[in-house]
């Protein structure tokens, strides 16, 4: 009989909020864990999945769509009766450029955040180092508050201590989600401030609110995420009155944006992301000229009003990580709703962010080394420092303006000047963003970090391959469509990484590619050699198929769905560059959420 590990994958929901709280793995015993009882703290689970939100219930089974399936008769779809569309994709080894790796461990044994809230994200999430809590707000006893029930509430009613240092906890545990990454401390600090002015504004503390009621274990806190949402608009308004607030309004604006989006009101989240915006470049959050710049005054001329100076390195870092943020955010809705970005590169001047151990510490390094995201696109690159200076976050940032100037179909000049940058990034990742691992029971997985990083980038190859496509799909963008099914595998059988609307949309990206090749190859009479595109199509929608209680990717099966239907002659691009085809809107991502992927905006 094989040795069972000694510690098995955690099924989902099952870690307690104490462990989720210090990322530590949880034994999940019950009623209590093994951890809490050695440290004589309560032990406290989150409420099913179904009992999180009241106010966006996951689907029944009945309103789930069904896996799409190829119905024309005579089809490849025949040859695949037998094969369980549930294993891995067809292609032999679709992620050849991940090196095995039995070295690493894996942090990501908690259920994924987004799945707990219900609330699927707008940009991919990327962990890092975690910061730690300071005491005492490590860990809060909300004992008292569960036995009280649901209370009887009104939109004046504040929340006590206790409640706001419950959902602080949550949103600083969660911070990878939620994306408006923060110096901890430095928050706690403010917030203990005697000095009212000095204190997060209450459009902050609202806004943070607004994004983790759904992940408490209270439902008197889950119910109140409209007046959260009412309080946070408000406070904002009144934030923007006073230039020292300005930040704190931008922070706020980029979470309720975020929100928006989460919960499929596009059109209120696009709103809100237009007007932070425009808000971060007026205040000169894009012209930060270093990582030490504390006054960084605007040139004169400008017409824009600076926002009050920083007073400490760590709050110069803090408005660095909330301007990238925005940035990242903005490109992430520009990509996948084909939009023109908010931000135009060529002017930004604030330096990429560092670790926050560089800026705790005052690094020497601080005062050179800055990095730039248009650094990607000098030959040879103008980083010379042999010290490495980027988060895991720098990498994302590079790989979405990578993937947002693919996005806009450049010519065929600009298209080989980004097939350069996209090598010399490929040369950029760090051997920890390349690696699988090996899960408890032996098999290989992927972390979170890594698999966003495979994801963007080779979804950027995908599409840049696609411009040009014309009688059939690029063997090179089938590659790397191919190459995205094997970190999909790997993500799915971990269970770890948090859904986000990139990765949606990637699939259904992915998935109409499959189909236009599958449908090429079956008109040409090449069942067999269709069947395996066939079964990559399934695979993908399997995968949609246990979340399509997010709206999202129920509206993605009902895409590819529509995508099978379709005849070649329709999915085939016109040879008319200007007047354009079916599938070049759809490969170069200019169409595909609305026409094929049944993606409404």
Request: hydrophobic share 35%; glycine share 6%.
């Amino acid at each position: 009989m094989p040795a069972v590990p000694k510690h098995r994958p955690l099924a989902r929901g099952d870690a307690c909020q104490s462990c989720k709280a210090r990322k530590i793995r949880c034994p999940a015993e019950k009623p209590a864990c093994a951890n809490c009882v050695k440290k004589n703290r309560e032990c406290i689970y989150n409420p099913t999945p179904t009992s999180v939100s009241d106010s966006s219930p996951p689907a029944q089974p009945s309103t789930i769509p069904s896996i799409p399936t190829h119905s024309s008769s005579s089809s490849s779809i025949d040859l695949l009766s037998q094969m369980d569309i549930n294993s891995a994709p067809s292609s032999g080894r679709p992620f050849d450029t991940l090196q095995s790796s039995s070295t690493m461990s894996t942090s990501y044994d908690s259920t994924p955040w987004s799945q707990e809230f219900n609330l699927i994200g707008v940009v991919p999430s990327m962990m890092g180092p975690v910061q730690n809590m300071p005491s005492p707000w490590d860990d809060v006893d909300i004992t008292s508050l569960l036995a009280q029930g649901v209370l009887g509430r009104t939109e004046e009613t504040e929340l006590s201590v206790v409640e706001r240092d419950h959902l602080l906890l949550l949103y600083f545990t969660g911070q990878r989600v939620f994306g408006v990454d923060m110096h901890i401390s430095s928050f706690y600090t403010r917030l203990q401030s005697p000095d009212p002015a000095l204190r997060p504004h209450p459009c902050l503390l609202n806004a943070m609110y607004l994004m983790t009621c759904r992940g408490s274990p209270l439902e008197s806190l889950r119910r109140q995420e409209m007046t959260f949402l009412k309080r946070a608009k408000e406070q904002l308004d009144r934030a923007l009155k006073n230039l020292e607030h300005v930040f704190d309004a931008i922070r706020a604006g980029t979470m309720i944006a975020t929100w928006f989006f989460g919960v499929d009101s596009h059109m209120e989240g696009l709103a809100m992301m237009g007007m932070t915006v425009r808000l971060a470049i007026a205040t000169g959050l894009d012209s930060i000229r270093s990582s030490v710049d504390y006054l960084c005054e605007l040139t004169p001329g400008e017409g824009r009003k600076r926002d009050s100076p920083a007073l400490s390195q760590l709050e110069l870092a803090d408005r660095i990580y909330a301007f990238w943020t925005l940035y990242l955010v903005d490109r992430c809705t520009s990509i996948s709703f084909e939009l023109p970005g908010g931000f135009d590169v060529q002017r930004i001047r604030t330096p990429l962010p560092r670790p926050w151990a560089e800026y705790e510490t005052n690094d020497p390094h601080l005062t050179t080394c800055d990095q730039h995201v248009t650094d990607l696109f000098d030959d040879p690159s103008l980083v010379t420092c042999a010290q490495k200076h980027l988060p895991e976050i720098g990498y994302v940032l590079f790989a979405i303006e990578l993937m947002y100037q693919v996005s806009l179909r450049p010519s065929s000049p600009d298209q080989e000047r980004l097939e350069g940058a996209m090598a010399r990034f490929n040369k950029m990742i760090p051997p920890e963003l390349r690696q699988t691992e090996k899960s408890p029971d032996g098999t290989p997985t992927i972390t979170a970090d890594t698999a966003t990083i495979q994801f963007i980038t080779l979804c950027t190859e995908m599409l840049l391959y696609s411009i040009d496509s014309v009688d059939q799909p690029d063997p090179r963008a089938l590659e790397a469509a191919r190459k995205i099914l094997g970190v999909l595998h790997l993500l799915r059988n971990a269970n770890i990484g948090d859904i986000n609307l990139f990765a949606v949309i990637i699939c259904c990206r992915v998935a109409t590619l499959l189909i236009w090749e599958s449908k090429r190859l079956e008109a040409s009479g090449d069942l067999f050699a269709a069947a395996p595109y066939v079964k990559d199509v399934q695979f993908i929608s399997s995968y949609l198929q246990q979340l399509a209680h997010i709206k999202l990717a129920a509206e993605a099966l009902v895409g590819i769905e529509r995508c099978w239907k379709v005849d070649l002659a329709e999915l085939k691009p016109e040879r008319n560059v200007e007047a354009g085809g079916q599938a070049r809107k759809l490969l170069s991502g200019n169409g595909s959420r609305r026409e094929c992927s049944g993606l409404s905006g």
